[in-house]
């Protein structure tokens, strides 16, 4: 992109060159003043091209300072650890489910001290409530027990 952007800005710096060199050939020895209005305004156009170019790579120059090292600083700080965070939250929801899974597949004649420990694995993952199975009928409300 560099050779494009160079060859681009040497194409039209010639440009320049050659409307700021713009002669008219003349039938006679003076020029009119149409003749010199016109030349002027090239000449004046000429400078307004260089201008335009210095400032434009001026600005291409400072891009990388000012637009590609923030947004690759962003990308590799914030949308990294992003990711990071969505890994761990992946793995400890198949955690989860797994140990969802494996409760709801345990059959109502299991022992008491199975289901214990399969509530405490919940609790584990869960929300903090804890599974009580000798409880459960006095449930009002997620959290709270009547004793």
């Known amino acids: 992109m560099n050779a494009s952007v160079s060859t681009l800005s040497s194409a039209k710096r010639k440009f320049a060159g050659s409307l700021n060199e713009f002669k008219f050939r003349c039938i006679g020895d003076a020029e009119t003043d149409d003749e010199i209005c016109i030349a002027r305004s090239l000449q004046e156009f000429a400078a307004v091209l260089g201008n335009l170019e210095d400032e434009r790579m001026r600005m291409i120059e400072n891009a990388g300072e000012v637009l590609i090292t923030p947004l690759e600083k962003f990308r590799k700080e914030q949308i990294g650890a992003a990711k990071e965070v969505k890994k761990k939250y992946d793995k400890e929801t198949e955690k989860y489910c797994s140990v969802l899974e494996k409760h709801m597949n345990l059959s109502s004649r299991k022992k008491e001290v199975h289901l214990h420990e399969v509530g405490r694995e919940l609790t ?20 709270l027990y009547l004793e």
């Not at 584990?124 to 959290?143: A, E, K, L, M, Q």
């Open 124 to 143: 584990c993952y869960g929300d903090g409530i804890p599974f009580r199975p000798d409880y459960t009928s006095d449930i009002v409300h997620p959290g």
